[in-house]
């Protein structure tokens, strides 16, 4: 284990990047209006968060729900010290969010084969030549790289995913300079154990690398793999408000781990996420509203724990009856 | 932190207290009959658990759903090693639970005077009072007592509760000789530096004194909670099946720490909880038949983590498609 205490932050820095306004709503039925989603990525600057996915450059026909993209990206206002990323499937999707002026470009292939064939449509040989001329393209332009690996804790049709395997498809990205990799929970298989001892391996092998870990929260268990992450040395995790979010190849799941519960958590322990709760909180309730549905946030529901309720109205009543008794 | 590595759980035993069929069925509108109580605290006990709370010896117009507790608590199958605990208020409910033959019986006080008033009508003197000859009574016939303490980690009314004033009054009741305690997050606002510092103080001040701990996943720190209290040196938690239960004074919480979403953490880490999780996964997929709607447990939705999926229909195309392009 770490040689620092786990459980006492110490104002420790966790950095936050959000992923609810690009893995959330790529996910969602309504299309959320340009203006709303500009509000919400403004919202979340304005709370502090490290880094936001603010949208994708995609082909309009396949996630039409964020077929507004360059908008989003030029409108949004920047908050010095916030990076601004975007998925990008092509070098098509790349010179788009290029000249959006996007600030970092996020790669995403799998490293499970049936997963990457299922949801990207090409074997994971082909993804990695294509996201070369994708590296290549934001090389040129001076943008930075970073790229997210799905599955690293497991397949839903695979299952297990060997840690070799994993560490091998982060070598191949390191070998061609990419600034950072994240660690892909995809469908929630991530367990504590398994969290720290990848962690560990790829903290030992690639000290100066990028890493972002990205946990779902569909067993239960998000915040606990955040915490393994923490203790084996991870400072930088995805998040999405609301916990938005979820992957069509496994039923039943619950979303991402939840942004304000993260915080929530971290910000109690001590850690230093230099993110305003009551922003995101706030942030989090108005979402209902656009997405026309309840998000899985817990916090949304039961407030932060200091959130006290009142008695009962005939509390006064009930006291007196209880010393009138004494 | 403790000397042993938390991550790895190396078949250390856990003890799990299933407290669904009182703490959780308690709050439910409709009446599970009591066969179908028999039934499910049958298939608890055949899943493993260490100690099940099977109902409350309370009045029957207090809790209608629970006035079954002489049937059920008589004419379940005993599984020998498994202990059948029930609540118990007063002196006539612990002659009642001795009558059918209860293991042992589970007090309750909060340590919170607001909490306490509203929940039991009296204050936390009378309420001592009162439990010190509940005491004396199951002392009296040899059966062992357990004191559930409410609002150990906070009091959703009065805010934080000081943490020498919750072993204040544990020392209380470890002065009359009861076998254990429980701490309980009544409302889900323990967090993980909090719990471990208190179970470490627990555990330097009465290393022989029974410690469970009972967490509520309100925020979603339950299993984050269970960590940091083994971590401290705790291996004895409340959970309830399918995360049923919740507290009427915090509007919005969600239910108890989950059963099988622990189980199926713990398991994962190497720990050994003693569970059959097919078995007590299935209980809980029983569950909304017996109740009416749906409950809170994310593993009867998704799934363990190996549950697998099948790609989806168009897969070998899909593949074939993706091969032709190479």
Redesign the interface.
Known sequence: ?NSQ?????ADRRIYMNEVGTRDGLQMEQAFVPTEDKIALVNALSAAGLSKIEVTAFVSPTAIPALRDGEVVMREIARRPGTVYTALVPNVRGAERAIEALTDELNLVMSVSE?HN??NL???R??SFAALLQVIATAQQAGVPVNVSLSCCF?C?????VPQAEVLAWVQRFADLGVQGVTLCDTT??A????V??LVAAYKARWPQLGLTLHFH????????NV??SI?AGADRFDASIGGLGGCP??????GNA?TE?IV??LE???YDTGVDLEQVVAAARALPALIGHDTPS??A??????D?????AD?AA??E???A??
Chains 1, 2 share one sequence.
């Open positions: 284990m205490n786990l459980w006492q932050g049936t064939l299922c449509r090409m074997q040989s082909q497991g839903p049709m695979e299952g297990d929630g298989m367990y504590p154990s398994q720290h001892a929260n569909t067993r239960g268990m998000a915040l606990a915490l393994a203790d190849y496994a039923p039943g799941a619950s939840c519960e929530h958590a109690l322990m001590g817990q916090i529901k039961a407030g932060c724990r200091l006290l309720h009142q008695p009962p509390f009930l006291r009856r209880a010393l008794r004494a």
